[in-house]
């Protein structure tokens, strides 16, 4: 596997670093929460074409693909951005798979009329739970009693509040939603589009573990004790270095999982699944490593460490705990347990 980065590769790399640098600054970051959404920040990659490059030429979209979605997904964490980049792109490239039953739609979300966001949890008792940009979105594609359905979203919405700042709501499946699909088609379009969801968020949260452990690292070369830099110490540089050959090592295997939608197909689900248990842990512990370097510092909420702390476990418990990852993964490679 060849992960060096073409030259148009490297362009939208640099290209979306520096929207996020100018738009997405860790100030207005803050100043966007507690409802963690920036309107300014959504105008900005709209203008883009954050949404158009999901989609395929043949929808009339750029046509990226799942390794380049991977590298913009990885800025995006780099910044903890206030917007639903991944869920708008896999939504997206969802409903393009939809054909007429999704087009409407389709060309709402690429002009930016409407947000439309992806539902990684199947709906219980008609309930979507923790939808990411559900506080704001205008719609979300989901499954809904076997059913791949886009639920529009008003009144039924309820706000979730938590301590990662995020746009979550739960939403009420009505019986106004419009039907995509249904029965195994449904399912396996919905399981396509959830192995990509996990793919993109791992490199997200792997690009949020390596600017963690930057911020640590610059930390520990300004802050002095004993008349010596901190980092000068063993017990701060070494678990530093530990969680950044962690962070790289989640990088790598977020990208293995998003060259795998091409060529290698039939590890697409397991090698998602594994690049999210993962980067999620990986993140976690480079979070946490960094932020007890910067002290009570690091806990003060004009810190941006404290940023990342919160919103990567945001990011990943929308989808549930590593282990729930590690059974997809068990699932994919062995087959379902039967009770």
């Not at 954050?50 to 043949?58: L, T």
């Not at 960094?290 to 990943?316: C, K, N, P, T």
Request: hydrophobic fraction near 50%.
């Amino acid at each position: 596997m060849d992960l060096s980065l073409s030259g148009e590769q490297r362009q939208l790399v640099d290209s979306f670093a520096a929207i996020y640098a100018r738009e997405s600054t860790c100030e207005r970051v803050r100043a966007a929460e507690p409802l963690g959404f920036d309107s300014r920040l959504w105008k900005a990659l709209l203008e883009t074409g954050a949404v158009q490059m999901a989609v395929g030429e043949a929808a009339d979209g750029w046509g990226a693909s799942e390794l380049e979605l991977a590298l913009i997904a990885e800025q995006y964490g780099r910044a903890v951005a206030s917007a639903p980049v991944i869920e708008a792109h896999v939504a997206a490239r969802l409903l393009a798979t939809c054909g007429d039953a999704g087009a409407s739609l389709l060309a709402e979300a690429m002009t930016g009329d409407k947000l439309v966001s992806f539902g990684p949890r199947v709906a219980r008792n008609r309930i979507l739970r923790l939808v990411p940009a559900g506080a704001v979105a205008d719609a979300v594609v989901a499954l809904v009693d076997e059913r791949l359905v886009a639920v529009p979203i008003g009144a039924n919405r309820r706000l979730v509040q938590n301590l990662g700042s995020l746009p979550l709501a739960d939403i009420t499946a009505d019986d106004d939603v419009v039907i995509l699909s249904e029965g195994d088609a449904a399912r396996r379009m919905f399981s396509d589009a959830l192995d990509l969801w996990l793919a993109l968020t791992a490199s997200a949260l792997a690009g949020a573990a390596k600017k963690a452990v930057e911020l640590g690292v610059e930390y520990a070369k300004q802050r002095r004790a004993f008349g010596n830099p901190i980092g000068s110490f063993q017990a701060v540089s070494h678990p530093l270095a530990d969680r950044a050959t962690a962070a790289d090592g989640a990088l790598l295997l977020a990208l293995e999982a998003a060259c795998a939608f091409t060529d290698e197909p039939e590890r697409t689900t397991e090698l998602a699944a594994m690049a999210f248990a993962f980067a999620y842990e990986t993140a976690r512990g480079a979070t946490q490593r960094s932020l007890h370097i910067h002290g009570g510092y690091g806990f003060s909420m004009e810190g941006d460490i404290q940023l990342y702390y919160r919103r990567v476990r945001g990011w990943a418990m929308v989808f549930g705990e590593s282990a729930i990852a590690l059974d997809r993964v068990a699932n994919a490679r062995y087959g379902a347990a039967v009770s």
